[in-house]
């Protein structure tokens, strides 16, 4: 499998539940980054992990935990959600420093708070 | 900061039309400059880019011109298709791992 997979494609999720997205690619890039994507609204950088180190943080409630494992590897964890999270969450990769040659996105998870 | 503006839309045109979406940009230095289409259901794909002034970025039978002078990078296609039914992104990339987005103009062609 090539390119970067994200899974699931669709969550539903109660504001007490606590659920993970998860992030993979296949690409040899080794920086990785979260974006929310909602309605009438510019994408919205969240985090972004170079190296697996997280180097940014764009004021991102704590409700919201990412991880990076590896350097193929994103998560983000959800927990006490509220139903404004409600989005498309996409995630995308780059090789380190060469973001200003484009990135790779994934098709993204729908994510619906009831 | 950086910053980018675009019709948000939705752009209406009949098949084999010619289309032109509008972007400009704020931005320190010499930034590159991008184009993604975000099919429905789906992500977003790197449609085209230019990475310096004067250069055109093409792919698809898109094309797009970095000109500084006026800041803008203004996505153009001679004869468009139903498929071509999207949102297009414009985007900036003005330094380490940085990139910002447009709104997004959501383009719908009807046959």
């Known amino acids: 499998e090539t390119g970067v997979t994200q899974t699931p494609r669709h969550l539903v999720m109660g504001m007490t539940n606590k659920k993970s997205l998860k992030c993979e690619q296949h690409?040899?890039?080794?920086?990785m980054y979260w974006y929310k994507q909602s309605a009438k609204k510019p994408l919205e950088l969240m985090f972004v992990?170079?190296?697996?180190?997280?180097?940014e943080n764009n004021s991102v409630p704590s409700r919201f935990s990412p991880e990076c494992p590896n350097s193929s590897h994103l998560f983000l964890h959800l927990h006490t959600l509220q139903p404004e999270d409600s989005a498309l969450y996409l995630c995308?990769?780059?090789?380190?420093?060469?973001?200003?040659?484009?990135?790779?996105f994934g098709s993204g998870t729908r994510l619906t708070v009831v | 900061g950086d910053s980018v503006t675009q019709m948000e839309g939705p752009v209406t045109l009949s098949e084999e039309a010619f289309l032109t979406i509008n972007c400009t940009y704020t931005?320190?230095?010499?930034?590159?400059l991008f184009w993604y289409v975000q099919y429905p259901g789906e992500g977003l794909q790197l449609l085209l880019k230019?990475?310096?002034?004067?250069d055109k970025g093409s792919n698809k039978g898109f094309e797009a011109t970095y000109r500084k002078e006026t800041t803008s990078f203004h996505l153009e296609k001679g004869s468009v298709q139903v498929s071509d039914s999207a949102v297009y992104f414009c985007?900036?990339?003005?330094?380490?791992?940085?990139?910002?987005f447009g709104i997004g103009t959501k383009l719908q062609v009807i046959p």
């Open positions: 995308a990769s780059s090789q380190e420093g060469t973001a200003i040659y484009g990135y790779t």
């Open positions: 992990y170079s190296l697996e180190e997280r180097v």
């Open positions: 985007a900036l990339s003005g330094g380490y791992q940085k990139v910002t």
């Open positions: 690409l040899g890039h080794n920086a």
């Open positions: 931005a320190t230095g010499y930034p590159s």
């Open positions: 230019a990475t310096k002034a004067d």
